[in-house]
């Protein structure tokens, strides 16, 4: 699979590519996305053969810009309008009840569809060329470490996408917080880098978060148990708990510390990330990635803090990772 550099000229080919039916991975700043044609039920099921995703699992339609959110999203509230100006183009999707003529095929067989406006040059750049909407997941395997990196997607899909956009290591490198807006109340389905808190004081109201989703039926992927995990068997641990399993120096293991001083030795290898929850995001999954290609026993996490900045971060280790 050949990795394109984004000039103007491969966006050019990206965009033949997609209206062709193909299928083009792409840069966000999130993490890379896997695109088709939103409007294509046929380019869209490629996406879901790709990556070996159950048909009922939504996709997220990546659009240029606020202005085409009518064409796939009716009875759009004010909220989205608000949250629209603050923040787009941002690590935000929002669901909306989808338009009637929009294929289900998209949405996974739902009356909503989410919608985002991904602020990162080259996918804007790609959608621009375009011009409709782009359906786009994380470019990896079902349930697998999202990619944040074009070799990366190389690596988990291969000959099954078309093209490769590069545009570098992605900035945030956590997938986007996912906030429903089709129901009563503003309800966060997936966590990312814009927090809660955010999101209430620009909403000027309560946003509900996945401890009172247990009662939802809407499939997210997101939200099921294994996800985002690497194949090496993975186990969150405190320092103080860490300290005592590297005692053991049989078995051959990886550490991701955060904030702790570790050394590697001959049965161990150690990543070290810092305690800043932006720069820890940016790296997680290629860390794990590589820690995942190292034929490990197992790999050791460090707890990160628990505060809001670290609210996406531990969602997603939470789901990567047993707690021991
Ligand atoms: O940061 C991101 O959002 C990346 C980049 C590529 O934009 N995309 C991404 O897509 O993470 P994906 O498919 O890996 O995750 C999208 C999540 C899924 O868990 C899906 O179930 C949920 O969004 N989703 C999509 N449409 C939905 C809907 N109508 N209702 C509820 N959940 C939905
Ligand atoms: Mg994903």
């Not at 491969?10 to 590519?17: F, G, K, L, V, Y």
């Not at 499939?219 to 053991?248: F, N, W």
Request: charged share 20%.
């Amino acid at each position: 699979m050949t990795i394109f550099n984004a000039t103007t000229e491969n966006i050019e080919r990206a965009t033949q590519c997609l209206k062709n039916g193909g299928l083009v991975a792409f840069p966000t700043e999130t993490v890379y996305g896997l695109g088709a044609d939103a409007s294509n039920p046929d380019a869209v099921k490629r996406i879901f053969a790709a990556k070996n995703r159950p048909e009922n699992h939504p996709l997220i339609v990546h659009l240029a810009s606020f202005e085409q959110f009518d064409l796939w999203a009716q009875d759009i509230p004010e909220s989205a309008v608000v949250l629209a100006e603050h923040f787009f183009p941002a690590p935000l999707a929002v669901i909306l009840k989808k338009r009637p003529e929009v294929s289900e095929t998209v949405t996974g067989g739902q009356k909503t569809i989410a919608l985002r406006i991904p602020n990162h040059p080259v996918a804007l750049e790609l959608l621009r060329a375009f011009g409709g909407g782009i359906a786009a997941p994380s470019a990896n395997r079902f349930c697998r470490i999202s990619p944040t990196q074009a070799q990366h997607v190389a690596d988990e899909l291969g000959e099954s996408v078309d093209m490769i956009l590069d545009g570098g290591a992605c900035q945030i490198g956590v997938e986007s917080t996912i906030l429903d807006l089709s129901g009563d109340k503003p309800t966060i389905l997936r966590f990312g880098q814009i927090t809660r808190s955010e999101l209430e004081f620009v909403l000027q109201t309560k946003v509900c978060t996945p401890d009172s989703l247990a009662k939802m039926t809407v499939k997210t992927a997101g939200m099921m148990a294994i996800h985002y995990a690497p194949t090496t068997p993975a186990v969150r641990c405190d320092s103080e708990l860490l300290a005592v399993l590297l005692q053991d120096e049989n078995q051959k293991v990886g550490v991701l510390t955060c904030g702790s001083n570790i050394s590697s030795t001959q049965n161990r290898t150690v990543i070290s990330l810092p305690t800043d929850s932006t720069i820890y995001a940016q790296n997680l999954y290629a860390k794990l990635r590589e820690l995942d290609a190292l034929n490990l026993d197992l790999i050791l996490v460090e707890q990160p803090p628990q505060s809001e900045m670290w609210a996406a971060i531990n969602d997603r280790l939470s789901k990567a990772t047993r707690y021991d």
